[in-house]
Every structure is written in structure tokens, then in C-alpha cells.
């Protein structure tokens, strides 16, 4: 079955940095896209970033600038490189894949990033 294992989250303080990282496993090497998103509470859970098989990267526009998804497709892995963290950004950040056909969506079991002094 598919799994999806977040790991990097912490406590920083603002200006500081993270590096997000969610290894995938179960899934075949068809094309699929891995993306992150946050939810605190009483908030909707909202895009962060997202990466494709063919190279495409999308961005939410809070994050631009700040923010660098990449991938390790040999190592089944996406990262989410986090600079110039804000509180704004403090969030339960959870790994995506979609994948298959028809396509299916799985979910990590997300991970706590904490920005403040």
C-alpha cells in the first residue's frame, strides 16, 4: 500500500529555515504529482507547493520567493526547502501524491512546523 512519511518539521524562529522532506513508498513509477499543504486549526487546508513527474512546480503566492520544492525522483522523495520563515507559516504541513488510474489521492500523517521567538 502507499505511504507517505513526512519528516523536518520543528520550532524556528522567524527568518529562519526548515527543510521539509516526505519519502513515498508503494506507488510505481508512473506519472503522479507530490505537493505540500498546511492546515492550523479552524483554518481550510491550503496549497502550499506541488511538483509534478514532468518537472512542473506550482506555488502558493504567500510562499513565493520563500519557498523551493524539489524532488529525488531515484529516491522516490520530495523536499520542501522553507526560508525566511514567518509566523504566518506555522502549520501542520502534510505531504500529497496523486497517482494512478484512475488517479488517487494519499495523504501523509503531516508534520508540526512552529515559527516563533
Known amino acids: 500500500q502507499v505511504q507517505l512519511l513526512e519528516s523536518g518539521g520543528g520550532l524556528v524562529q522567524p527568518g529562519g529555515s526548515l527543510r521539509l522532506s516526505c519519502a513515498a513508498s508503494?506507488?510505481?513509477?508512473?506519472?503522479?504529482?507530490m505537493g505540500w499543504h498546511r492546515q492550523t486549526p479552524g483554518a481550510q487546508r491550503e496549497l502550499v507547493a506541488t511538483s509534478t513527474s514532468r518537472g512542473s512546480t506550482r506555488y502558493a503566492d504567500s510562499v513565493k520567493g520563500r519557498f523551493s520544492i524539489s524532488r529525488d525522483n531515484a529516491k522516490n522523495t520530495v523536499f520542501l526547502q522553507m526560508n525566511s520563515l514567518k509566523p504566518e507559516d506555522t502549520a501542520v504541513y502534510y505531504c500529497?501524491?496523486?497517482?494512478?488510474?484512475?488517479?488517487?489521492?494519499?495523504w501523509g500523517q503531516g508534520t508540526q512546523v512552529t515559527v516563533s521567538s
Open positions: 500529497k501524491l496523486i497517482t494512478g488510474f484512475p488517479p488517487s489521492e494519499y
Open positions: 508503494g506507488n510505481d513509477d508512473g506519472y503522479n504529482v
